[in-house]
């Protein structure tokens, strides 16, 4: 079956999964995108005067990545953008959430600016804006530069001013053509795996003392960039920011089970990285949660009212990464137990549970707890794809995979959470970090020997869903 496709001038293949379909439309007004980050794709690592990032140095380490792949070419999106532009427009994205490197335009971290790397991204707005796509930038992706690394990185005191200096300068020069902005992407990673963890750039293995000193950092210099963006744009901004969306979904519709999922989903219950409210409660309620700071104790950050008055900015949507989730229920004394996963159950090729729910619950617990609207910022699938006999690249179960969760993302928004988007991740396959190129997530295929592009079945899926306004998922 997935065979039978055929080509459209578009050069998209009309995908046999795809219907018109009769289901209900989302929201009016709700954006349909696709996210893709800047050392994830862009390449040209050394052109045009742009400055080292913590990933190329980590890259460039053997035995960090798989088969030791780098980002210095990537997807070559530096040089190819218009053509990603016009697979964007043949998909018919409203929207594309991408990021700018902090090197390229600031290749010291503070400083002397690049005119070169910031003429990149004026390129790639009007391109954008030609097409009828609408740029969502985010501000932050993880290629940290290295030089402000070297310097004790998010560690430094400093570093919050480093990151609003290096903001602002965005911001005057993109904001008359940008209104939505991003601050950070998923600290919960860049913080947990790579300074906790030690197992992304940079490669440290903090004390937990030490990695929530640096994640308190991170939120100041979060709220400065709030702050930086509404001062400075020229545009009326609409700001958010994109962090992990750790959930917990509950085995039934049962009061109790709800409560323990709940529970899950937003309390502080390890001595890690991986929650949400550490990170949320700060810059949507103006304060560290009761149990985070019970549980850290002497390890948490020394905080004044003055801190968290500067991380406390108001956010116009709660950006979520959500790829998968785990199951809860209530065990003994209501207390959140959690649901074995089935054996062989359905897992994406990185192992990821394939947990529809969690785009139904995620979004309804952090609605609940911070009423600000929700943008899922991420959410897709790693799968096993290659061009087949024929020239398609065939990938039901991203399809299967996409359409369960936007299901269960309308399932949410039918409860009353306020959604206002959605971006598949990724636009392309690309440069999955330590796992180099082993992971596919793109609706488009890319060779990476000859830069080739292949839109999946997925892209004229997605192309189906967005010109329904999602009916077709019915």
Not at 123 to 134: N, S, T
Not at 205 to 220: C, G, I, Q, Y
Not at 413 to 436: C, H, K, M, P, T
């Amino acid at each position: 079956m997935a065979g039978a496709t055929s080509a459209s001038k578009s050069g998209l293949r009309t995908a046999p999964e795809s219907a018109s379909g009769n289901g209900e439309a989302f929201p009016e007004g709700f954006v349909w995108g696709a996210a893709t980050a800047s050392y994830q794709i862009e390449g040209a690592a050394t052109e045009d005067g742009r400055g080292l990032s913590i990933w190329d140095d980590y890259s460039h380490k053997p035995g960090n990545t798989w088969e030791g792949n780098t980002g210095d070419v990537a997807c070559d999106h530096y040089h190819r953008y218009k053509e990603d532009i016009g697979l964007m427009k043949d998909i018919g994205l409203q929207a594309y959430r991408f990021s700018i490197a902090w090197p390229r335009v600031m290749p010291a971290g503070t400083g002397a600016v690049n005119e070169k790397g910031l003429a990149f991204y004026d390129r790639l707005v009007d391109e954008l804006l030609a097409a009828g796509v609408q740029p969502w930038a985010t501000l932050f992706h993880w290629d940290y530069p290295l030089a402000l690394f070297d310097r004790g990185g998010w560690l430094n005191a400093d570093s919050p001013k480093w990151f609003a200096d290096y903001v602002a300068m965005v911001i005057d020069r993109l904001s008359d053509r940008v209104s939505h902005w991003m601050t950070i992407n998923e600290p919960q990673c860049f913080i947990g795996i790579g300074m906790f963890g030690g197992n992304h750039a940079p490669a440290m293995s903090l004390s937990l003392r030490e990695a929530l000193l640096a994640a308190h950092h991170v939120l100041l210099g979060h709220g400065l960039a709030v702050q930086t963006i509404r001062a400075r744009a020229k545009t009326k901004p609409t700001v958010g920011w994109a962090v992990v969306g750790c959930v917990n979904y509950p085995a039934s519709d049962s009061a109790a089970d709800i409560e323990a999922a709940r529970r899950a989903t937003m309390g502080v219950t390890q001595k890690n990285l991986w929650n949400n409210s550490w990170w949320a409660d700060p810059a949507l309620l103006g304060q560290y949660p009761a149990d985070g700071l019970a549980l850290y104790g002497v390890d948490a950050p020394k905080f004044t009212d003055a801190d968290l008055h500067t991380i406390h900015q108001p956010l116009d949507f709660y950006g979520a990464n959500i790829y998968q989730g785990d199951e809860v229920r209530a065990g003994a004394n209501g207390e959140p137990e959690l649901v074995p996963y089935p054996v062989g159950g359905p897992r994406t090729l990185y192992g990821w549970k394939v947990a529809p729910e969690s785009l139904e619950w995620g979004p309804r617990f952090l609605y609940e707890r911070y009423k600000t609207p929700t943008v899922i910022t991420e959410n897709g699938m790693s799968n096993v794809d290659w061009v087949m006999e024929g020239g398609g690249v065939h990938d039901p179960q991203r399809i299967d995979f996409l359409r369960k969760y936007l299901q269960a993302y309308r399932r949410a928004i039918a409860a009353g959470v306020d959604a206002r988007g959605y971006f598949q991740w990724s636009l392309l396959d690309n440069f999955e970090w330590a796992e180099g190129y082993k992971h596919r997530f793109g609706l488009v295929y890319v060779d990476f020997e000859t830069q080739k592009r292949t839109p999946k079945n997925s892209a004229a899926w997605y192309r189906d869903v967005i010109r329904s306004h999602g009916r077709s998922l019915g």
